[in-house]
């Protein structure tokens, strides 16, 4: 075999970087499958509602932080989500350049996300979670921070939780429902009547079934109905933004939706990717956090803004986005997007736990983290020149 200078560069630097120049695995076949399920029918979200929470428009109930949030159907809420949310760059992995976050999942509930997304491997069996491969960044068995997740789910009884898992390896579905059940998660998983039937958070909240999971590349099964096939259900804007005027809301995956109303014709959800990385050389990214407060800021007013990137999708698309996807969450004023989308003025129960560290950027590794990240880089490609 032989092998191009730059091809083992790139491969090896893709592996040290962790980078996002690997597309999140979907599989032609995964996506493919999703007309067929989205079809019709079934209950109507309103009569779901009616029947399982009589307390539904109560005025002191909260959902997701917000009583206005109570009776609006779940694909109607934006909501706010953590990008490879396992992956941290913090002094658990050393300010690795390969964490896409300063904090972890616990926080980002803590603060009002209500979106986790992370990359999962098969790693000698069993499911971890791992960013691009579990020699670079190795996040720990799936299982173990689903239990996490699921201890923040038994304390907020009035929240609602999606979870969006990528199946890099095309574990069985199996898998992803053992690791549910070990967690304790499982139990409090929604199933959806039907792919275009989202009932209102009161009726997820009273009926205890508040966790929506999304995995891509698994085949829906009877014995874990709550595990949903990601692209039967969600389309996503492009990923892999390199410019501040590079983000669009086109549809980008699956690759059959067609245009944005033809999905939102057919019950599909949309999914805003919304984090910029940057090239430090030929075909390597890195997540970018030079121009962090720009992008990830409510304001409408630059070009790479968060909120500006909303409204466009929501113009567009005539629908509010469903989910978003923002790196380094603590940054800009990303809860806040969320909240201008949904029409929250005044939301509870949440705890900022990075505020302390707001003021000073040492604290949370921006500062160190770049020059460590980049120094690094260029010292293993230095080596690699060395080697070869
Ligand atoms: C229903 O709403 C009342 C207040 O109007 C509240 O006291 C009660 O706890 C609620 N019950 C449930 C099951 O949410
Ligand atoms: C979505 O929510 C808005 C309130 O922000 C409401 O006016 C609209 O009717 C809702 N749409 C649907 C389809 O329920
Ligand atoms: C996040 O960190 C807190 C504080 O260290 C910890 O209690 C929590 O379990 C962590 N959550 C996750 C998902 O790692
Ligand atoms: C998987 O097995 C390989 C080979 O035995 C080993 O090097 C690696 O550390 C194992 N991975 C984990 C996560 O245990
Ligand atoms: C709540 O549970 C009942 C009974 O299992 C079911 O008929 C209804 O569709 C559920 N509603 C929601 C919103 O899940
Ligand atoms: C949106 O961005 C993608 C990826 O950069 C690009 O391929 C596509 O052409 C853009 N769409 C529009 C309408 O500009
Ligand atoms: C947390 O608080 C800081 C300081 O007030 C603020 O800048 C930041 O936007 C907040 N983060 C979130 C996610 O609300
Ligand atoms: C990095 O830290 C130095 C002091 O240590 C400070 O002057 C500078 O503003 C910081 N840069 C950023 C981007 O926070």
């Not at 508040?210 to 990601?230: C, D, G, H, M």
């Not at 259900?233 to 245009?259: K, Q």
């Not at 949904?342 to 990075?354: K, M």
């Amino acid at each position: 075999m032989r092998f191009s200078l730059s091809g083992v560069l790139t491969g090896a630097l893709l592996g040290i970087a962790g980078v996002t120049a690997i597309p999140q695995q979907a599989s032609p076949a995964a996506a493919a499958s999703s007309s067929s399920s989205v079809s019709s029918s079934a209950s109507s979200p309103s009569q779901a509602s009616s029947s399982s929470s009589s307390n539904s428009s109560s005025s002191s109930q909260v959902c997701n932080n917000s009583p206005v949030l109570c009776d609006r159907h779940y694909n109607n809420i934006t909501h706010m989500g953590a990008h490879d949310s396992a992956f941290l760059r913090d002094a658990s992995t050393g300010n690795s350049i390969a964490g896409n976050q300063f904090f972890n999942a616990t926080l980002a509930l803590d603060a009002g996300l209500r979106l986790l997304q992370a990359q999962v491997h098969s790693e000698n069996g069993t499911l971890r979670l791992c960013h691009t491969s579990c020699g670079l960044l190795d996040a720990g068995p799936l299982e173990s921070w689903l239990a996490l997740i699921n201890d923040w789910v038994v304390g907020h009884p009035s929240d609602v939780v999606t979870i969006l898992l990528v199946n890099s390896d095309d574990a069985d579905v199996s898998q992803f429902a053992a690791a549910y059940q070990q967690a304790g998660l499982s139990k409090f998983g929604y199933v959806p009547p039907s792919a275009t039937a989202w009932p209102s958070l009161a009726a997820m909240i009273a009926n205890k079934t508040r966790v929506v999971s999304f995995v891509t590349n698994i085949k829906a099964s009877s014995s874990a109905p709550y595990l949903l096939p990601e692209f039967d259900y969600v389309f996503e804007t492009p990923f892999t933004v390199l410019s501040l005027d590079g983000f669009n809301c086109t549809v980008d995956r699956p690759s059959d939706a067609g245009t944005a109303a033809n999905a939102f014709s057919k019950g599909f959800m949309g999914l805003v990717n919304h984090f910029k990385d940057e090239e430090i050389t030929t075909g390597i990214n890195i997540p970018d956090t030079d121009n962090i407060a720009l992008v990830n800021s409510a304001d409408t007013s630059a070009t790479g803004n968060l909120g500006q990137h909303i409204q466009q999708c929501t113009d567009q698309w005539n629908h509010r986005p469903t989910f978003v996807l923002v790196d380094f969450w603590d940054k800009g004023s990303t809860v806040k997007a969320a909240d201008d989308s949904n029409g929250v003025s005044q939301a509870s129960g949440r705890t900022n736990a990075t505020a302390d560290s707001a003021s000073d950027s040492s604290a949370d590794g921006t500062n160190q983290t770049r020059e460590f990240g980049t120094g690094a880089l260029i010292a293993f490609l230095a080596a690699t020149l060395l080697m070869i």
